[in-house]
């Protein structure tokens, strides 16, 4: 299926579930009294056309767009009070919305087109008729309650009109006892023959129009919804232009489709050449999950089917030493025991080809084209760069690849996030653009490929790229580069994934969220994937994402820990390997593990499990995992190494909260459940212990911050929220009371308002930023100062961050303040 | 009140408090009984407690269980039960008593609470039984929100829903 078939697939699922609540809902206007409900329904009902003309227009079906549109402006003049809701006009919602339903799987006529039109334009010039049909309606609206009136029993009309009007009840009846036309032509017959119908050429014309199709129904079994609708669409006309109100334009169309319609009467109609619609099936995820958890049980009952088929074979091998003396008896039993295997062995097999074809099967189902999934992003790029005051496109590529919907569901945040810097800050502003020779309208590109079980999602800006010297320049301010240090191009750029790393520009919207990239790279490497860049200066960054196809692992390493079993996914094991006594020691008070001429961390993983401390390099061979995750690599020590498997990672039931050590659990061949290891986490305690090591005063002295603000309510809020996550505070009511307090204290953050007496937040911040001792100190601005103008005045003091108070959620706050202390989360 | 009172000893607040839950039992009989709960009678560590039936999504044979490390002592593990892998607890540590050994635990009991699930490691499963949600007095010694009360014979009706809360808040505190 094309990226384009896809997308038609996803809006006829969703154009058939707007056209059904459009359906729902003018049927239940009828009854609705209260005039609020009723306001409500017919809002939603003016909203469900709207979105169903502008997704027909997306999809480019110009002829469902067009019909939604005269559906949309009639609810409109229905919204705004211009029209009464009834029943006429009802029925040419009603017929509209049966085009439209029509038109999801074949081409709209312009036949059909012209009758909603006729239908709608007839309902929309009611309200001057309306008072006076009003008791026409409601007689109406028995009609189809009662009998078939007799043709000519009930009518006795007076007037061509009343006999226009009598042509309704008998249009029911004609409903319910097809090809009993004989009623209808009756009453057509009597109007015709009216002395008074001379004056009405038109209607003349209409009753031929609908003589002519009934007399091509009469006897047929069946009448064609379609043919009835047009009929009863006639009547209305008739009505309409005996009570001296339809024009000739809308005469000569009813009586247009009735000659369609007629000439469809004897021939089928032909289908339209539009490509039908596959059928499909709506399926609830959580159904198809727990499809998929049955299909890994199945996976691992053929494990454990497998496991017996050994225990078999080594029975026998038992029994051949056991039996080889026994002659003939013994050949029986071994011969005997072989069929048994054989036999075992066969439906093994059987069982594991039918597990793995309803496995893919069931993992297929759950894959969709990533294009539908990726729309939402235009809207993001477009609200982000408006926010920038930039102007930006979004430009989406390899649409029709498919990607699981849960990976794809948990990548999603870590590819908004991408999407958003890259607006935010790849995008140059349109000035500077135009001063490199740019288009001013920005582009972010997200390319979407799958290769060997893995899709890609490539998030590329053509802005400025990344200046890497302010990367490096930052990461010395904040610590995180030592000075004089050269590192190359990639080196460099990864330094953008550590956690606290920023540079002074980062102080905009998405910075002051309070997430880093090295949230997007732990969110990623959860999901089994991996993030990348490159960049060019001048030319744009790009950024990769490798996500597994699909969440399943295949493969896993089973390790032992103390009496324990672990599970750790092959993806993150670069290697396992014996490390002999020699091949650990010490540096700065951390163990390192020499493993291919480098130096890795080194740990026991039983230690980083308990997050007790390292403990002293190891006396005797030890077994050891070198988990990698990108740059970031590290040895494990554990007690034993089992082997790899394959393991079926089951994640944790839904609404679990989330154990940081934990990616799931798997089961083995006899049943024992086993943890699967998260080796994100492993290897971010790993570091945390290290750190910790390194700096034992760290240990003894809580991270600092002060916070400046000239409201006490807000000062005691903050401070209470930093010194429940464990920082330790110190205050001041304004900026210069601030600047006296870090002449005298060291702390490792200041959070300060902006609006204050004396010396406000960007002067204390200027401030800060001149002097060579406190250049570096991150400065978060928390303030209710909320324009784009406001954040580049932030920006330009050389604020680290920037939170607008209405928006403060403390959870978000403290994350920010974690990176930016570098204090562990 | 005779100062030959066992619990003369103790402090006034105490006394008061184990004042009110014996008047809380004493209520009980007088109230006529309807039948209007099915509960499963479950045994932990020498507690007994009553799971509302309704809340009881399977119960199964405990094979495996599997370590969260860093996990809080209530937490024994995960559980794999029908294709779903869920935390287990065992009630009487998560109500403060001690661990059960693991070999004694043979029964898992999955709970629902909205889309939420929980396992409850049991050693042994006595019965369903048909009683009334007002024989359980709210005990006002019991200090564990997953417990909503207690009947004349000790055995506790847990909350479903605060079990799971309970569980879950503990499991994130542990992180």
Same mark, same amino acid.
């Given at each position: 299926?094309?990226?384009?078939?896809?997308?038609?697939?996803?809006?006829?699922?969703?154009?058939?579930?707007?056209?059904?609540?459009?359906?729902?809902?003018?049927?239940?206007?009828?009854?609705?009294?209260?005039?609020?409900?009723?306001?409500?329904?017919?809002?939603?009902?003016?909203?469900?056309?709207?979105?169903?003309?502008?997704?027909?227009?997306?999809?480019?079906?110009?002829?469902?767009?067009?019909?939604?549109?005269?559906?949309?402006?009639?609810?409109?003049?229905?919204?705004?009070?211009?029209?009464?809701?009834?029943?006429?006009?009802?029925?040419?919602?009603?017929?509209?919305?049966?085009?439209?339903?029509?038109? #999801?799987?074949?081409?709209?006529?312009?036949?059909?087109?012209?009758?909603?039109?006729?239908?709608?334009?007839?309902?929309?010039?009611?309200?001057?008729?309306?008072?006076?049909?009003?008791?026409?309606?409601?007689?109406?609206?028995?009609?189809?309650?009662?009998?078939?009136?007799?043709?000519?029993?009930?009518?006795?009309?007076?007037?061509?009109?009343?006999?226009?009007?009598?042509?309704?009840?008998?249009?029911?009846?004609?409903?319910?006892?097809?090809?009993?036309?004989?009623?209808?032509?009756?009453?057509?017959?009597?109007?015709?023959?009216?002395?008074?119908?001379?004056?009405?050429?038109?209607?003349?014309?209409?009753?031929?129009?609908?003589?002519?199709?009934?007399?091509?129904?009469?006897?047929?079994?069946? #009448?064609?919804?379609?043919?009835?609708?047009?009929?009863?669409?006639?009547?209305?006309?008739?009505?309409?232009?005996?009570?001296?109100?339809?024009?000739?334009?809308?005469?000569?169309?009813?009586?247009?489709?009735?000659?369609? %319609?007629?000439?469809?009467?004897?021939?089928?109609?032909?289908?339209?050449?539009?490509?039908?619609?596959?059928?499909?099936?709506?399926?609830?995820?959580?159904?198809?999950?727990?499809?998929?958890?049955?299909?890994?049980?199945?996976?691992?009952?053929?494990?454990?089917?497998?496991?017996?088929?050994?225990?078999?074979?080594?029975?026998?091998?038992?029994?051949?030493?056991?039996?080889?003396?026994?002659?003939?008896?013994?050949?029986?039993?071994?011969?005997?025991?072989?069929?048994?295997?054989?036999?075992?062995?066969?439906?093994?097999?059987?069982?594991?080809?039918?597990?793995?074809?309803?496995?893919?099967?069931?993992?297929?189902?759950?894959?969709?084209?990533?294009?539908?999934?990726?729309?939402?992003?235009?809207?993001?790029?477009?609200?982000?760069?408006?926010?920038?005051?930039?102007?930006?496109?979004?430009? #989406?590529?390899?649409?029709?690849?498919?990607?699981?919907?849960?990976?794809?569901?948990?990548?999603?945040?870590?590819?908004?996030?991408?999407?958003?810097?890259?607006?935010?800050?790849?995008?140059?502003?349109?000035?500077?653009?135009?001063?490199?020779?740019?288009?001013?309208?920005?582009?972010?590109?997200?390319?979407?490929?799958?290769?060997?079980?893995?899709?890609?999602?490539?998030?590329?800006?053509?802005?400025?790229?990344?200046?890497?010297?302010?990367?490096?320049?930052?990461?010395?301010?904040?610590?995180?580069?030592?000075?004089?240090?050269?590192?190359?191009?990639?080196?460099?750029?990864?330094?953008?994934?550590?956690?606290?790393?920023?540079?002074?520009?980062?102080?905009?919207?998405?910075?002051?969220?309070?997430?880093?990239?090295?949230?997007?790279?732990?969110?990623?490497?959860?999901?089994?994937?991996?993030?990348?860049?490159?960049?060019?200066?001048?030319?744009?960054?790009?950024?990769?994402?490798?996500?597994?196809?699909?969440?399943?692992?295949?493969?896993?390493?089973?390790?032992?820990?103390?009496?324990?079993?672990?599970?750790?996914?092959?993806?993150?094991?670069?290697? %396992?390997?014996?490390?002999?006594?020699?091949?650990?020691?010490?540096?700065?008070?951390?163990?390192?593990?020499?493993?291919?001429?480098?130096?890795?961390?080194?740990?026991?993983?039983?230690?980083?499990?308990?997050?007790?401390?390292?403990?002293?390099?190891?006396?005797?061979?030890?077994?050891?995992?070198?988990?990698?995750?990108?740059?970031?690599?590290?040895?494990?020590?554990?007690?034993?190494?089992?082997?790899?498997?394959?393991?079926?990672?089951?994640?944790?039931?839904?609404?679990?909260?989330?154990?940081?050590?934990?990616?799931?659990?798997?089961?083995?061949?006899?049943?024992?459940?086993?943890?699967?290891?998260?080796?994100?986490?492993?290897?971010?305690?790993?570091?945390?212990?290290?750190?910790?090591?390194?700096?034992?005063?760290?240990?003894?002295?809580?991270?600092?911050?002060?916070?400046?603000?000239?409201?006490?309510?807000?000062?005691?809020?903050?401070?209470? %929220?930093?010194?429940?996550?464990?920082?330790?505070?110190?205050?001041?009511?304004?900026?210069?009371?601030?600047?006296?307090?870090?002449?005298?204290?060291?702390?490792?953050?200041?959070?300060?308002?902006?609006?204050?007496?004396?010396?406000?937040?960007?002067?204390?911040?200027?401030?800060?930023?001149?002097?060579?001792?406190?250049?570096? #100190?991150?400065?978060?601005?928390?303030?209710?100062?909320?324009?784009?103008?406001?954040?580049?005045?932030?920006?330009?003091?050389?604020?680290?961050?920037?939170?607008?108070?209405?928006?403060?959620?403390?959870?978000?706050?403290?994350?920010? %303040?974690?990176?930016?202390?570098?204090?562990?989360? | 009140?005779?100062?030959?009172?066992?619990?003369?000893?103790?402090?006034?607040?105490?006394?008061?408090?184990?004042?009110? &839950? &014996?008047?809380?039992?004493?209520?009980?009989?007088?109230?006529?009984?309807?039948?209007? @709960?099915?509960?499963?009678?479950?045994?932990?560590?020498?507690?007994?407690?009553?799971?509302?039936? @309704?809340?009881?999504?399977?119960?199964?044979?405990?094979?495996?269980?599997?370590?969260?490390?860093?996990?809080?002592?209530?937490?024994?593990? @995960?559980?794999?039960?029908?294709?779903?892998?869920?935390v287990a607890v065992e009630l009487a540590a998560l109500a403060g008593g001690g661990q059960a050994g693991l070999s004694d635990l043979r029964r898992v009991v999955v709970v629902a609470s909205g889309p939420r699930r929980l396992a409850i490691l049991t050693e042994r499963m006595l019965s369903v039984r048909a009683?009334?949600?007002?024989?359980?007095?709210?005990?006002? @010694?019991? &200090?564990?929100? &997953?417990?909503?009360?207690?009947?004349?014979? $000790?055995?506790? $009706?847990?909350?479903?829903?605060?079990?799971?809360?309970?569980?879950?808040?503990?499991?994130?505190?542990?992180?």
């Open positions: 299926m094309s990226g384009g078939d896809a997308l038609m697939a996803v809006f006829r699922d969703e154009a058939s579930d707007g056209l059904t609540r459009l359906a729902r809902l003018l049927l239940e206007l009828e009854g609705v009294t209260d005039e609020k409900t009723l306001s409500e329904r017919v809002r939603e009902l003016f909203r469900l056309a709207h979105s169903l003309k502008g997704a027909a227009s997306t999809v480019g079906r110009n002829d469902l767009t067009e019909v939604a549109h005269e559906l949309e402006s009639c609810l409109d003049k229905l919204r705004r009070g211009q029209l009464a809701p009834g029943r006429q006009l009802i029925d040419a919602a009603l017929t509209a919305v049966d085009v439209l339903t029509a038109g #999801l799987s074949e081409q709209v006529s312009e036949a059909d087109a012209a009758r909603v039109r006729a239908a709608l334009g007839s309902a929309s010039a009611e309200p001057a008729r309306k008072a006076s049909r009003k008791g026409r309606k409601d007689s109406r609206g028995e009609a189809p309650a009662a009998p078939a009136p007799p043709p000519s029993a009930p009518a006795a009309p007076q007037t061509p009109g009343e006999v226009a009007f009598a042509l309704l009840p008998a249009l029911a009846g004609l409903a319910r006892s097809p090809g009993q036309v004989g009623p209808v032509l009756a009453l057509l017959s009597a109007l015709e023959a009216h002395p008074a119908a001379g004056a009405h050429p038109q209607a003349l014309a209409v009753a031929a129009s609908m003589r002519a199709v009934l007399q091509a129904e009469r006897g047929s079994p069946d #009448l064609e919804r379609r043919r009835l609708e047009s009929l009863v669409e006639a009547a209305d006309l008739l009505q309409t232009e005996l009570d001296g109100g339809a024009t000739r334009a809308e005469a000569e169309l009813v009586v247009r489709a009735l000659e369609e %319609v007629q000439a469809t009467a004897a021939a089928p109609r032909p289908v339209a050449p539009v490509a039908p619609a596959a059928e499909t099936l709506r399926v609830p995820v959580a159904l198809l999950d727990a499809m998929l958890y049955r299909v890994e049980e199945l996976v691992a009952t053929k494990l454990r089917l497998d496991h017996q088929r050994r225990t078999v074979e080594h029975l026998q091998d038992l029994v051949a030493q056991v039996t080889a003396e026994q002659g003939p008896r013994g050949v029986e039993v071994r011969q005997r025991l072989e069929l048994v295997r054989r036999d075992l062995a066969q439906e093994v097999v059987g069982l594991g080809l039918l597990a793995q074809v309803l496995q893919d099967d069931v993992r297929d189902v759950r894959m969709v084209q990533v294009g539908p999934l990726l729309e939402p992003f235009r809207r993001t790029v477009r609200d982000v760069a408006e926010a920038c005051g930039k102007r930006a496109r979004l430009e #989406l590529v390899g649409e029709e690849v498919r990607v699981d919907k849960r990976s794809f569901d948990l990548a999603k945040e870590p590819l908004t996030h991408l999407v958003r810097n890259a607006v935010d800050h790849g995008l140059e502003a349109p000035a500077a653009r135009a001063k490199a020779g740019k288009p001013e309208l920005g582009t972010v590109r997200i390319v979407a490929s799958a290769q060997e079980g893995q899709v890609f999602l490539e998030v590329s800006d053509d802005g400025r790229g990344i200046d890497l010297d302010a990367v490096k320049a930052g990461a010395r301010a904040r610590g995180l580069l030592e000075a004089g240090r050269e590192l190359t191009e990639q080196e460099a750029l990864e330094l953008i994934f550590q956690p606290g790393f920023t540079t002074a520009q980062a102080a905009t919207t998405v910075s002051g969220r309070g997430v880093g990239l090295d949230v997007v790279r732990t969110n990623v490497a959860r999901l089994g994937g991996r993030v990348d860049v490159f960049t060019r200066p001048g030319e744009g960054a790009r950024f990769v994402l490798a996500l597994p196809l699909t969440l399943a692992s295949s493969g896993g390493l089973f390790v032992r820990v103390g009496r324990v079993l672990y599970c750790l996914p092959l993806s993150a094991v670069e290697e %396992v390997r014996v490390l002999e006594p020699g091949e650990v020691g010490v540096s700065q008070s951390r163990l390192f593990a020499r493993v291919r001429g480098q130096a890795l961390p080194w740990a026991a993983m039983g230690d980083v499990l308990a997050q007790r401390g390292t403990a002293d390099p190891p006396a005797k061979p030890t077994p050891a995992v070198v988990l990698a995750l990108g740059e970031r690599r590290a040895a494990l020590a554990v007690d034993e190494l089992i082997g790899q498997e394959e393991a079926v990672v089951k994640a944790l039931a839904p609404g679990t909260p989330r154990l940081p050590l934990v990616a799931g659990a798997t089961s083995l061949a006899d049943g024992t459940l086993v943890t699967v290891l998260e080796p994100t986490a492993l290897l971010a305690s790993l570091a945390g212990m290290a750190a910790a090591a390194e700096h034992p005063s760290a240990r003894e002295r809580r991270a600092r911050v002060l916070v400046v603000d000239d409201t006490l309510t807000t000062r005691t809020m903050l401070a209470s %929220v930093l010194e429940r996550a464990g920082y330790e505070v110190l205050v001041a009511p304004d900026g210069e009371a601030a600047w006296a307090r870090l002449l005298q204290e060291r702390v490792e953050l200041v959070v300060s308002d902006v609006d204050m007496p004396l010396l406000d937040g960007l002067g204390l911040t200027r401030r800060l930023r001149a002097s060579p001792e406190h250049a570096a #100190l991150p400065v978060v601005l928390l303030t209710s100062l909320a324009t784009s103008a406001d954040r580049a005045k932030g920006a330009e003091a050389g604020a680290t961050a920037y939170v607008v108070k209405t928006d403060f959620d403390p959870a978000a706050f403290l994350q920010l %303040v974690a990176e930016l202390t570098g204090a562990p989360r | 009140m005779s100062e030959a009172w066992p619990f003369a000893e103790l402090p006034p607040e105490e006394r008061a408090q184990l004042q009110a &839950a &014996a008047r809380e039992l004493a209520k009980r009989p007088e109230a006529a009984r309807q039948e209007d @709960l099915e509960v499963l009678i479950i045994h932990s560590r020498g507690q007994t407690f009553a799971v509302p039936l @309704l809340s009881v999504l399977s119960v199964a044979e405990l094979h495996s269980l599997a370590l969260i490390p860093r996990g809080p002592a209530a937490v024994r593990g @995960l559980v794999s039960v029908r294709g779903e892998v869920i009683t009334a949600a007002s024989v359980f007095a709210r005990d006002p @010694l019991a &200090a564990h929100p &997953a417990i909503a009360g207690t009947d004349a014979e $000790l055995t506790s $009706l847990v909350d479903p829903d605060a079990l799971v809360t309970e569980a879950f808040r503990q499991l994130e505190q542990a992180r």
